[in-house]
């Protein structure tokens, strides 16, 4: 369902960002955009994503683009500088504190050349992709800069309210995604969810918006529907539906 909401949005020439307070919930994602041809880019430590997709991290984009060539230009004379440096300090030459400074001078600026490009390129590809993918709290607003037109949240109803607004404020509107009456968000401190940290802003709005501004997604497709009765029952009104795949398979 988010995958072709996001679909839609980029039919219409919206710029639109996906957010989950997990890793994994944000891969999964990711990955189904791929499958649907989507140009989708994944911020985040690359150490912390699936291996079977940092090709579409935002630090594997970057060391692929073609004018990475030239950042490695400029690390290359900045290693040189250190490199011819360190010798002549240590071979006893003649090289004064004033040399010192200007070449530690050069050397930053070469660093600092490199990492404008670098940033540089990654605010292009940011902004020439489909969809930007990342944590609640992984966002990096600089580089982001510009607002989206529309922001996804998946498992919202896993995620403290605090947390919730950092990706909101990048987008003009957000659709919203979770089920409160399964996992909770992960609050350590008993006296922080007495006070209200762990009743979730998708549960408050679920209580404010009007009905037409919700949908139950009433079709699981993981289980028997025997086995999905008793939940249908006890906690859905008995609306929920077993996809025809899961019925057709006997228990």
């Known amino acids: 369902v988010l995958v072709e909401i996001i679909r839609h949005a980029v039919a219409q020439g919206q710029r639109v960002l996906a ?25 985040g430590h690359p150490a912390r994503i699936l291996d079977s997709l940092r090709h579409a991290t935002l630090s594997a984009l970057v060391t692929e683009h073609p004018d990475q060539k030239f950042i490695t230009e400029l690390d290359e004379q900045r290693e040189r500088l250190i490199h011819e440096r360190t010798r002549a300090i240590h071979s006893g030459g003649s090289i004064g504190w004033d040399e010192r400074r200007q070449i530690q001078k050069e050397i930053n600026a070469l660093w600092q050349d490199a990492r404008d490009m670098e940033y540089a390129i990654g ?12 944590t609640h709290g992984g966002i990096a607003k600089p580089i ?18 605090p947390l919730s607004w950092v990706p909101i404020t990048q987008a003009r509107k957000v659709v919203f995604a979770g089920d409160p009456l399964q996992l909770p968000p992960t609050i350590y401190s008993d006296e922080a969810k007495k006070q209200g940290l762990g009743y979730t802003l998708f549960e408050r709005l679920q209580k404010m918006l009007p009905e037409e501004g919700q949908a139950l997604l009433r079709i699981q497709y993981r289980m028997h529907e ?12 008995g609306a929920l539906e077993a996809d025809a795949s899961v019925r057709a398979h006997t228990v």
């Open 19 to 43: 957010s989950a307070p997990s890793n994994i919930a944000v891969d999964n994602l990711l990955e189904k955009l791929l499958n649907a041809g989507l140009k989708a880019v994944r911020m």
């Open 123 to 134: 605010r292009q590809i940011l902004a020439d992709a489909d969809v930007v993918l990342v």
């Open 144 to 161: 982001l800069k510009k607002p989206f037109d529309l922001l996804i949240m998946d498992e919202a109803s896993q995620a403290t309210e």
């Open 226 to 237: 025997t086995i999905m009765g008793f939940s249908s029952q006890q906690f859905y009104g």
